[in-house]
């Protein structure tokens, strides 16, 4: 009965993904159904190593992080976990070869966040890449299903994504980054008094890789394509809302999109046609 266990395992990555994060969620129904049990598994994999290092605070983060790592590395070992969102990851890995030093990078940088400190640009574009863009890299593996050429080319394009994603997330959570856990992820800035050229640098700096995401997104395979721009004109909905607010008032609250405008975008999308050629990068 073990496919009733991967069946078990891939509704915990599902409902694990559904209860951190809506808006992925609803880019992961725009995706065919054949590829989205991966996606979820591949996300709640992910979730489960940032609440490690983010939340359980008063519980031994480091000993839970390398129990998790060794768990992983085990699992992808024997193509088989008691931890159902672990082996649910394992079975995606497997099936759409993803590379294990993706996964070994990404570990890497949650390791990172068990410690505060400030980061400086080499260990800040290391811990991009390991947090976010191997993660775009994981999915793009899914997506290419084994074309090697459709991977290589589109790989530039899915790391940017992730890195504008994550950089979104940066600006997003500065109070928490900040205040409460100690982290200063962008170099050479003090949000003691940051400043508008500040807040202008690091935009200018996500917009390009926005804008060479987008190229990417439009080149995306029929199945994943209109779930990708559904996340992408999200993130860029809250990235414009984020340039609205003054440099002095971007740790006062976290912005967030609401309901009304997540369902405006997922209903913009539904009707982007399935081409190659260019996508919109309108936001609500």
């Known amino acids: 009965m073990k496919a009733l266990f991967d069946q078990v395992s891939a509704k915990c990555s599902e409902v ?18 054949n590829i989205r049990p991966a996606i979820f598994a591949i996300y709640g994999f992910v979730r ?40 649910s990851f394992q079975q ?28 400086t640009k080499q ?25 090697a050429d459709e ?25 928490a980054d900040h205040v409460e856990l ?13 400043t508008e050229e500040d807040k202008a640098l690091i935009e200018q700096e996500i917009k390009a890789e926005f804008d060479e995401a987008l190229v990417g997104i439009a080149k995306l395979p029929r199945c994943a394509k209109k779930g990708v721009y559904l996340a992408y004109i999200y993130y860029k909905s809250l990235f414009r809302k984020i340039q609205e607010i003054p440099a002095k008032h971007i740790m006062e609250k976290r912005v967030r999109v609401p309901d009304f405008q997540k369902a405006l975008l997922m209903l913009n999308t539904f009707f982007v046609p399935q081409t190659s050629g260019k996508l919109s990068a309108h936001v609500v």
């Open 16 to 33: 694990t993904t559904q209860k951190y994060s809506t808006s992925f969620s609803l880019g992961i129904k725009f995706l065919s159904s």
């Open 48 to 87: 489960l190593a940032d609440e490690v290092v983010d939340s359980f605070h008063g519980y031994d983060r480091k000993g839970l992080l390398k129990q998790l790592k060794n768990e992983t590395y085990a699992a992808l070992e024997s193509k088989i976990s008691l931890n159902p969102i672990i082996n």
């Open 92 to 119: 995606a890995v497997h099936q759409y070869q993803i590379d294990v030093e993706l996964i070994e990078a990404f570990l890497d940088s949650m390791e990172m966040d068990l410690e505060k400190q400030v980061y």
């Open 123 to 147: 260990l800040y574009e290391k811990y991009i890449f390991g947090s976010a863009e191997v993660v775009g890299l994981m999915c793009l593996k899914v997506f290419c299903n084994g074309d």
């Open 151 to 175: 991977y290589h080319t589109l790989r530039h394009a899915a790391m940017k994504l992730g890195s504008a994603f994550q950089k979104v997330n940066f600006l997003r959570d500065i109070k």
């Open 182 to 194: 100690g982290r200063m992820y962008f170099p050479n800035m003090n949000f003691d008094c940051f």
